[in-house]
């Protein structure tokens, strides 16, 4: 059924209308490019994320891979080391956090929403107690090398590196899991974990490779967020969490299975991005955004509820982290 697929575009559309009848300065080319550049570090989690529900999981600590990797490369540039040493201890501090996910998901067998979230607990700790109590780490701007300012506010042709970094991530990640043999395993595993066992498929590592690659997106995040930033905010990474989820639920709605994607998850991440832009534009208060994205995230996904008539659909917790199911699902085949 096509309608339930257009009701994404049709929020986006909507919330392009609206404000850009409130505010004459929201489709400006200036703002709109300010709001692609403040979102590029969501889409970057979001993307993350979208692999790793692709695999049947949820991550929930994924805020914390970006904390560490924002604290490991702001602690680095604050002990004047080069911009490379900085970002590789903060690309090494988030793929921490999804070597720990892989093993206590793959190789201890705990659910993925008990085990992330327990990371998230013990992640939040780690950041108090490396930082004497959750001390934030504020940069001297004219002390940070440029090779380090440029992650976070650089521009490639006029156009922000950290965007520039968000479409190359989301174009590779949309071939590697739509094109490649890993993208079709990883979605079969995810779909159908059973029978991709019983068929010898690398159910673990597929499983591994996808926490660790959310938390490598987190991470890569959390590097450009302390660039852009000059700074280390704890708890900072909580702020993308809720809203990377909503964006790959939101864009789930855009496949006919219910099954994630790279560009729906982008869909989602603009409606919230715009939202939040266009309530600062008239003037509503930060305390508001968090309402507007909670409307329109239920909106998208009840309307999409009403319009394929699901009566016989299994509770909608049951639904949410499992956004396909075995009986409308295709079977993926490595020649397909």
């Not at 080069?82 to 501090?93: D, E, K, Q, S, Y």
């Not at 940069?139 to 300012?149: H, M, R, Y």
């Not at 969490?241 to 869909?267: E, Q, Y």
């Not at 909670?294 to 509820?305: P, S």
């Amino acid at each position: 059924m096509v309608l339930p697929r257009l009701i994404a575009p049709v929020v986006l559309a909507g919330i392009l209308i609206f404000f850009s009848a409130l505010s004459p300065v929201f489709l400006s080319g200036e703002n709109l490019m300010g709001v692609l550049n403040q979102a590029a570090i969501l889409a970057l989690v979001a993307i993350g994320m979208t692999v790793v529900v692709r695999a049947g999981g949820i991550d929930l600590s994924i805020g914390v891979a970006l904390d560490l990797a924002a604290l490991g490369a702001a602690a680095a540039i604050a002990g004047a080391y080069r911009p490379w040493v900085a970002l590789t201890v903060g690309l090494a501090f988030g793929l921490a956090v999804g070597l720990v996910n892989a093993f206590l998901i793959v190789v201890l067998r705990i659910p993925s929403f008990m085990a992330t979230l327990s990371v998230w607990f013990i992640g939040t700790s780690v950041q108090q107690l490396l930082t004497g109590g959750g001390a934030p780490i504020y940069l001297q701007k004219s002390q940070v090398p440029e090779g380090f300012v440029l992650w976070g506010n650089g521009a490639v042709l006029g156009i922000p590196i950290p965007l520039v970094l968000a479409v190359l991530v989301g174009a590779v990640v949309y071939l590697g899991l739509d094109k490649t043999r890993w993208g079709r395993e990883l979605t079969v595993t995810g779909e159908q974990r059973t029978a991709s066992r019983i068929s010898g498929k690398r159910v673990s590592w597929l499983a591994m490779s996808a926490y660790l690659f959310g938390a490598g997106m987190a991470a890569l995040g959390g590097v450009v967020l302390a660039s852009r930033t000059y700074a280390f905010i704890p708890a900072s990474g909580q702020l993308y969490v809720m809203d990377a989820i909503g964006a790959v639920f939101i864009g789930a709605t855009l496949s006919r299975f219910n099954r994630v994607s790279v560009p729906g998850t982008l869909v989602g991440v603009l409606i919230f991005a715009l939202l939040a832009n266009g309530m600062n534009l008239i003037g509503l208060s930060f305390f508001w955004q968090g309402l507007a994205r909670g409307v329109a995230l239920l909106l998208v996904l009840l309307l999409g509820i009403v319009l394929t008539r699901v009566s016989t659909a299994p509770p909608a917790l049951v639904r949410l982290f499992t956004p396909l199911t075995t009986e409308s699902a295709p079977i993926l085949t490595e020649g397909r």
